[in-house]
């Protein structure tokens, strides 16, 4: 069995992305019986439902989370629903800004994560880290992501869904004034910690983690 379990690239001036760094981390991992599968997707409204699903088709996951940054945030925010709008405040890293335009014509207004997010939340908090739930992934590619991701799997019993991160103290080092950020350790066992939840498994090993995750 395969969990995905993807990140985005830097974005927006930044020289890392914690999303990446925690997936990558994770790659290699076991929960219970299933093994984590870290894919980088490009902050791209182009390139990253194309990566999303060449995934999907690769790996026949059977439980998929995709992380994406939200500066500013002070805990790992677990989102509840995707909207089928595309409304950039920056461009993406092809210099693209679409405005109020939506994710799939033919789609519904919104979809719900199919990951039993309070039960993660409360885990989470449960193991002494600061977790939420989100009702706003945003309208940048963070919410395209996850958008395409619950259109792609409804209907197949695939949990799925969208977890947004803080930033990591070095990047809060470079921006006055310093936003609110973790460390990637914490991040790291916070999201090992949900994967599991999501699973419903207890056990956890790092024996057959992979720094070098691969990229797509």
Not at 128 to 151: D, I, M, R, Y
Not at 155 to 177: D, K, Y
Not at 189 to 203: K, Y
Request: charged share 15%; hydrophobic share 50%; aromatic share 6%.
């Amino acid at each position: 069995m395969n969990i995905l379990l993807t990140g985005f690239d830097p974005f927006g001036g930044e020289a890392i992305n914690p999303s990446w760094e925690v997936a990558r981390a994770l790659n290699g991992q076991f929960i219970g019986a299933a093994q984590v599968h870290a894919r980088q997707l490009p902050t791209s409204f182009t390139g990253a439902p194309v990566a999303l699903g060449r995934a999907l088709d690769a790996l026949a996951p059977v439980l998929v989370v995709a992380l994406g940054q939200a500066s500013g945030r002070a805990e790992i925010s677990i989102e509840r629903v995707a909207v089928n709008l595309i409304d950039a405040r920056i461009p993406d890293n092809d210099g693209q800004r679409p405005l109020d335009q939506p994710v799939r014509a033919d789609a519904p207004a919104g979809y719900f994560s199919t990951l039993p997010v309070k039960a993660m939340r409360d885990a989470l908090r449960q193991a002494g880290h600061p977790a939420g739930l989100s009702l706003t992934a945003g309208a940048f590619v963070c919410n395209q992501v996850f958008f395409e991701l619950q259109h792609r799997l409804a209907g197949t019993g695939v949990r799925s869904g969208f977890i947004h991160l803080p930033a990591l103290p070095e990047q809060a080092a470079q921006a006055q004034p310093a936003p609110p950020s973790m460390a990637l350790a914490a991040q790291v066992a916070a999201i090992g910690l949900a994967l599991a939840v999501a699973m419903g498994s207890t056990s956890i090993s790092a024996a057959a983690a992979d720094e070098g995750a691969p990229t797509s």
